[in-house]
């Protein structure tokens, strides 16, 4: 059974930086992509930052520059490293990994950690 936990959120001040872990356990096959998906109160769900099976990454345009998403496949973990934090960061992130072939997947998501950013 695949397990996703994350870590390093936090209370940070503006301009600050945390990074966050996606640290997964159980057999993940077929790797397809990793995604830091976060959620403020009030709001709906929002892609922060992807990275692909082939190492492609892509950012939402309100992170761009600040926030960089990469993994260890050795360690089976996830990162997200934010700087310059603004307070509109205030969210609980969480990671989300898609794994299969074709039509044939699995969706797997972390509990979520907060992410605090004061002003």
């Known amino acids: 059974q695949v397990r996703l936990v994350e870590s390093g959120g936090g209370l940070a001040h503006t301009g600050g930086s945390l990074r966050l872990s996606c640290a997964a356990s159980?057999?993940?096959?077929?790797?397809?992509?990793m995604d830091w998906v976060r959620q403020a109160p009030g709001n709906e769900r929002e892609l922060v930052a992807t990275t692909t099976d082939s190492g492609t990454t892509t950012y939402a345009d309100f992170v761009k520059g600040r926030f960089t998403i990469s993994r260890d496949n050795a360690k089976n973990t996830g990162y997200l490293q934010m700087n310059n934090l603004k307070p509109e960061d205030t969210a609980v992130y969480y990671c989300y990994i898609r794994a299969g072939v074709s039509t044939l997947y699995s969706d797997y998501w972390g509990p979520g950690t907060q992410v605090t950013v004061s002003s």
């Open positions: 159980g057999d993940i096959r077929n790797f397809n992509k």
